[in-house]
């Protein structure tokens, strides 16, 4: 058996270093309603400056994602998840002592660099794996467990501790390049032996002669929009719970309760595989979450602030693997899977803006008309 196959058929062993290396780039999204809250609380900033503060870093995780996906066949991936890890540890040191909008804006902005650089690595490692959704599904899961723990401990610390929020995700940053820097399952890029071979378990021999162009850019485009509804919906539903007379702590535990439920959906392309294809789940999938974003900010109930929060959550979490699996398949290197992974993070930049704009002018009665949108 090929050596390359054996080193990419330990699917468990891979997905660690990618929960660390792709996680950093995604759970600032898990954490970003509590961030969100929190600059404005212990900063002083409006609804729209907080906003643009969150759209900020993930821009950044997305230019620097989809920036550095043509150059991750070359130089070591592990070194350079490591640099990223620590650029994004810099950041958030420096805005664990900021109080001013811009230097505030900076530090935000080299955090999302170097969780993207990260981020970019984790996603191109994706590639060459022999069951990409099952894969992905465990990353999926695994990052899902840190960040539904995040999000009631970053709650926890900043008002029961008075712990500022970016020393603990400074923390969480740290143990994340530590992780990374001791693991070496990262992949290198897929080689014509590793191609040849996967080739002859059941893909198709033709897969990377195909031209890529038009299904990548349609998957790309595709999970932008879904990313971008995602931000806009998930942006200020810590505000909205407290607006329906939840306490802090009871909105953290239910954003940590619909993280761990999102782990639920995940395990449909871990169980399934290609068996159910992906086109259908895809859609599916699409329509109950785009269904469920809506419900929290045209309800006052808080029964259905929480059901509809957690059905959003597991429809985007069953989604999203099909997709990355998809975009594993249309290249060696890896481009196509950065790419799409950057499309899960970049549109997103305009979602905490433009949400901030929609609730300072015209209230979370708002959102939904964005969302329909």
């Avoid at 954490?31 to 900033?45: A, E, I, K, T």
């Avoid at 503060?53 to 991750?72: F, H, K, P």
Wanted: net charge positive; with cysteine.
């Amino acid at each position: 058996m090929n050596s390359g196959k054996k080193k990419r058929s330990l699917m468990p062993v891979a997905a660690i270093g990618m929960i660390a290396s792709t996680g950093l780039g995604y759970w600032p999204i898990y954490v970003l309603p509590l961030l969100v809250g929190q600059l404005m609380d212990s900063r002083g900033f409006t609804a729209s400056q907080a906003g643009l503060l969150g759209s900020m870093e993930i821009a950044a995780i997305g230019l620097m994602t989809l920036g550095s996906s043509r150059i991750l066949s070359r130089g070591n991936r592990r070194r350079t998840a490591v640099l990223g890890a620590c650029l994004a540890l810099l950041g958030q040191l420096l805005s664990a002592v900021t109080h001013a909008f811009l230097p505030m804006a900076l530090s935000r902005t080299l955090t999302g660099l170097g969780e993207g650089l990260a981020f970019a690595v984790g996603s191109a490692a994706l590639t060459g794996q022999e069951e990409p959704d099952r894969l992905f599904g465990l990353v999926f899961v695994g990052r899902a467990l840190i960040g539904s723990a995040l999000a009631p401990l970053l709650s926890l610390t900043t008002s029961r501790l008075g712990v500022d929020p970016f020393i603990l995700m400074s923390v969480v940053t740290l143990l994340a390049a530590i992780v990374i820097g001791l693991h070496s399952e990262l992949a290198a890029p897929l080689t014509a032996a590793d191609a040849a071979a996967l080739s002859g378990n059941g893909e198709s021999p033709d897969l990377l002669k195909r031209a890529p162009a038009l299904t990548g850019t349609l998957l790309a485009a595709g999970v932008a929009l879904l990313a971008l509804l995602d931000t806009v919906s998930w942006t200020f539903i810590e505000r909205r719970g407290l607006s329906i007379g939840m306490s802090p702590m009871t909105v953290g535990s239910v954003l940590g309760l619909t993280n761990f439920l999102g782990m639920v959906g995940a395990t449909l392309p871990i169980v399934a595989g290609e068996r159910l294809g992906r086109v259908a789940p895809v859609l599916v999938g699409t329509c109950i979450g785009a269904v469920a974003a809506v419900v929290p900010y045209i309800s006052g109930s808080r029964v259905h602030f929480i059901v509809f929060s957690s059905a959003y959550v597991i429809a985007f979490a069953a989604v999203i693997p099909f997709c990355m699996g998809s975009a594993a398949t249309l290249d060696r290197d890896g481009m196509w899977a950065s790419i799409v992974g950057a499309m899960l993070v970049a549109p997103t930049a305009m979602g905490p803006f433009l949400a901030g704009f929609v609730i300072d002018n015209y209230g979370f009665q708002g959102i939904p008309w964005v969302l329909a949108t």
